[in-house]
Nanobody, 115 residues
């Protein structure tokens, strides 16, 4: 069973930075495509960035050049480095693990960008 635990969210001023982490267990991590999604109040959940087990990384146009997704297969962890944060980045950020029919989600971590 997929278990994903996010951490690293918080309150940050516009222009600031945060690093989110997602620790996975219960899976062969290196085989899974990992992703970060976010959901703002009143909006649908959207893909922020994804990193496959092999292949190219994808970013939402709104975060390209500001966010960086990476993974450490030895630590079963995926990261999201967020720089130049904007108020519109405020949302609950969710970690996702996907392989064939398996689609696991973390509980989410709140990111608030405000002065």
């Amino acid at each position: 069973q997929v278990q994903l635990v996010e951490s690293g969210g918080g309150l940050v001023q516009p222009g600031g930075s945060l690093r989110l982490s997602c620790k996975a267990s219960g899976i062969v991590f290196r085989l899974y495509a990992m992703g970060w999604y976010r959901q703002a109040p009143g909006k649908q959940r959207e893909l922020v960035a994804s990193i496959p087990s092999g292949g190219s990384i994808d970013y939402a146009p709104s975060v390209k050049g500001r966010f960086t997704i990476s993974r450490d297969n030895a630590k079963n962890t995926v990261y999201l480095e967020m720089n130049s944060l904007k108020p519109e980045d405020t949302a609950v950020y969710y970690c996702n693990a996907r392989l064939r029919l398996v689609d696991g989600w973390g509980q989410g971590t709140q990111v608030t960008v405000s002065s």
